[in-house]
């Protein structure tokens, strides 16, 4: 069972939703000060928002090949929530905003192994991490600063000279090398890029290859790295098999977000989280390598243990599909206190 000292809560929220008004103000709710914010509007086509301590307020990234732009996006973080000025994509009046909240926290200790982060907030506890940096054009590593092993690492160029993401989990590989990545902006297979140096992370470090897509020399780049945690975060695999009795996935906690992505074929990825409508049969979803509006379909059930395909549609569950996700908890199996989750 999955036992953490910690409520999932602490340091990641999806329940927080506003109305945009075009006028600058604050928002709170998110129970603490988060390190990344991503807002995406949940009934509109509009494009996502992506914010994080380590780079500063008002620059933003979006999931597309697009260069970081500075807005009147979120402007700032305070002890329970954000600040947000008056850029429509992110507070465009009546449109009602969807936000997910991480919070890191420690902003110093880690001692530089290759690159020296310019910029990082981590948290050791749920083993979360954010870091901004410069490439070198050298095969070279950056020390994470966690003590585990990171499970996923998300990285994207800040400037021009590459604008795609690269991703990586432990679950991206679809043959013995280790150097495979998704890139979230597009419905493409996993492709194999030179990303992270055909090296698997460690305890301390994780490597950077040469390509622009990591380690261009003088380029900005911002990492986005997390370890499995049980009862907090995990990683993992299913194979579709078409059917609405599809695979149940064992997470060891009540998801509040889940990812899916198809590793072998040509599908979007599929954004879940468990606030929007807060019930099974109502789960709908965003693709990350679109702006549109939520989707309608329920691909899964989300449950006190995990979740469960209930859908034959091709984009989560092609029968013999290969496909990776993560999953960050609501609430564990049982806590520290005993209490356990249950499922809506």
Known sequence: MAYISFKPSDFFTPNVQYTGNDLARTI???GFQ????????????V??????SARGASKRLQYSYIAQSDTSGVTGWNADGFTIGTNGDANSNGQVLQTWNWKMGTTSGITPVGITPTAYSINTTCKQGVYAYTGTGSATTLAHGLGQKPSMIMVKSTGTVEQSWAWWSNYTHIDSANDYIGEPNTTAAVIQRDAFNDTYPTDTVFSLGTTNYTNASAQGYVAYVQCDVPGYFKTGYFMGNANLDGPFCYTGFKPAYVGIKRRDGTSPWLIFDSKRNGYNTNNYFFFTTSSAAQNNNV??????NGFKLVTTDGDANTNGGNYFWWAIAENPLVGSDGTPGVAT
């Open 299 to 304: 691909p899964i059930n989300l449950l006190s």
């Open 28 to 30: 709170t709710g998110t």
């Open 47 to 52: 494009v996502w928002n992506i914010f994080d």
């Open 34 to 45: 988060p390190d990344v914010t991503i807002i995406k509007a949940r009934d509109d086509s």
